[in-house]
């Protein structure tokens, strides 16, 4: 049986925007998470990243840290079935993981960075961490206009606003962030074809058509556009869209439409 993916749904953030986030979903009655200081809901996030500590503290209780260009996550986790603590034990830091994890805020009165629960954890490559970053990048980087344009309309979505109205975000922290996220580009390197390993280039592609296939589904060439914006050229996206056709990963509700199984 082929396991269903949790990445549908997942957010995509930088450590130092989500170490900032202080405000609690709840509060707000956006349900259970975190809002970070630019607006994005942080409830189930994907990151990828290098491992950096990993250390069982019970039976069932493992804590550890994930390291991204802009900072570091600290998860925990408590699970019991044999299957995740083998998946554990078989990772020794320094390595590239990938991680799904539910966003905490932190404990105590005064106000603490969150955390994650962790979810499911993999070992993977730098390849994959490199595209982590770029879609994340130009996710952030999107948010960082959205709010820009909330500063000066003094309008927006109710989780901007929350966030405007908590944080009280100024041009000068968007300025600040953005620098963050261009440091945090500059650690990848996508200069020749073979930088990005196919596997890699399918993952990217598969959460391309996760991320925007709706009712019915993506066209092919906007899976491309897509693509090219996280540094995959169009042979390499028609050949991924193929590939996981044939890996049973995505069907064709309608010629030219993908749409993921």
Known sequence: MKRRNTMEGAARIFAREFQQATLPLQAEGLGEGVLSPFGLPCRLLFVAGALTELERKGPDLWIGRVADPSGVFAFSTER?????????????????????????????????????????????????????????????????????????????????????????????????MAEVVHRALATVSVSSENTVTDEAVRKRVLEIIRESAGKSGIPLEDIIEAAGRSGIDRNRAREAVKALVDEDECYQPARGFFKPL
Do not use: C
């Open 80 to 176: 019991s079935d044999s299957s995740f603590r083998q998946v554990l034990q078989d990772l020794s830091p320094p390595s590239f993981v990938t991680l799904f994890a539910k966003a905490r805020p932190g404990n105590g009165k005064a106000p603490a960075p969150p955390s994650l629960a962790l979810l499911e954890i993999a070992q993977t490559e730098r390849s994959v961490r490199d595209l982590w970053v770029i879609r994340t990048a130009e996710l952030t980087l999107e948010r960082l206009f959205v709010m820009l344009d909330a500063l000066h309309s003094g309008s927006g979505d109710p989780a901007v606003a929350a966030a405007l109205l908590h944080y009280l975000t100024t041009e000068s922290d968007l300025k600040e």
